[in-house]
């Protein structure tokens, strides 16, 4: 099968399809035939090789992928062949065209939720339901502030947040991508390249301040997100790229918290809910992913250029 192997690491042009052994499911394991390869941040910080964890080389990046069970190991009762899946996580690289994975990984694919969409699931849609729910509690009434909503967490968390009857205020650093979050019911759509947005934000809240940031780049935002906070508010670190100097006061003086998200920690019992209620939420229509730029597998490089760019509108997907 053809794939994406990492030899060395360093620019997008690392990247390089090769012919490589077809995977063999072993007990527990299923073979997917990849239809749809989502494209996330982290493997371009992989790639590079700034990363704290890094894999041994050569490797296959990626995590998220939707397609057909092609075969499944001894053992496998959660799927047959032929069922249509999202993966969370693989064995050996979503960057391909089959991959293996562990049978607790892959996740039914509802009806009507296409490929494409399904390869935006695995780290956005987790990411954001574990960020809003389980680590920040938040409740339906709440009012939720979604600090780089046009992405592919930000929108998951746009949809999540506003199907448990929270109110959305979303920003976006393009008008284009501000418009897309007006068009996914977000209450409020700010510019977070606007120096005023937090203030416009507690605004927006009647002045109390709002209950929750998710933050997508806290080395930029954290120390201007805790003024914007309510009494016992709760910013969610969830994006980071640097380092950032708060002034903790703004903290006690409300009783607020500052907590961090690593999808690699989640918890086995967090993890079966979160995607028990993500399947659900495809489903039943609340959850639908956006997809932004589709690409030609071997267009891997054009891919991790373009995620880091800014202007997002939703998620870069490759097609084997
Ligand atoms: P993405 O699709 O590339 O989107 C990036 C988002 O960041 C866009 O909405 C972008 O908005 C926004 N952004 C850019 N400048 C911003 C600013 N000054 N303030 C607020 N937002 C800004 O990436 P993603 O998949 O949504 O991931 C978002 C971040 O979370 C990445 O840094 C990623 O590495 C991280 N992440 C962490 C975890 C975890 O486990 N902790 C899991 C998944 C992702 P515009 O393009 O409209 O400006």
Redesign the pocket.
């Known amino acids: 099968m053809k794939a994406i192997r990492v030899k060395e690491f360093g620019g997008p042009e690392v990247l390089q399809t090769a012919t490589v052994d077809d995977p063999v499911p072993a007990e527990g394991q299923v073979l997917v035939r990849v239809r749809a390869i989502g494209i996330?941040?982290?493997e371009t910080y992989i790639r590079s090789g700034q990363y704290a964890v890094l894999p041994p080389l050569p490797y296959t990046p990626g995590a998220d992928a939707a397609g057909e069970v092609a075969a499944v190991g001894t053992g496998v009762k959660q799927v047959k062949v032929g069922d249509r899946v999202y993966t969370a996580g693989t064995l050996t690289g979503a960057y391909a065209e089959m991959t293996l994975v562990e049978a607790g990984k892959v996740h039914a694919l509802p009806d009507g939720i296409s490929f494409q969409q399904g390869a935006a699931i695995g780290?956005?849609y987790a990411?954001a339901y574990h960020s809003l729910f389980q680590r920040a509690h938040a409740r339906p009434g709440d009012t939720v502030m979604i600090?780089?909503?046009?992405?592919?967490?930000?929108i998951a968390a746009v949809q999540l947040a506003r199907g448990a009857g929270m109110t959305v205020i979303a920003?976006?650093?393009?008008p284009e991508?501000r418009a897309m979050l007006e068009e996914l019911g977000a209450d409020h759509v700010l510019d977070?390249?606007a120096d005023d947005h937090l203030d416009q934000a507690r605004k927006l809240s009647g002045g109390r301040g709002v209950d929750v940031i998710l933050e997508?780049?806290a080395d930029?935002?954290l120390g201007k997100d805790l003024p914007a906070l309510a009494h016992e508010g709760r910013v969610v670190v969830?994006?980071n790229?640097g380092t950032v100097e708060i002034n903790a006061r703004d903290l006690m003086q409300r009783r607020a918290s500052i907590l961090g998200?690593?999808?690699?920690h989640v918890k086995p019992d967090e993890y079966r809910s979160l995607h028990a209620a993500l399947v659900a939420g495809l489903a039943n229509g609340t959850l639908n992913p956006i997809i932004s730029r589709e690409l030609p597998m071997d267009q891997a490089p054009e891919a991790h250029t373009l995620?880091m760019e800014?202007?997002?509108r939703g998620?870069i997907v490759l097609i084997p």
């Open positions: 996330n941040p982290v780290v956005p990411t600090h780089g909503a046009t992405g592919g967490v930000g920003t976006g650093g393009t991508g977070h390249r997508m780049l930029v935002n969830i994006g790229r998200t690593a999808l690699a995620v800014p202007g997002a998620k």
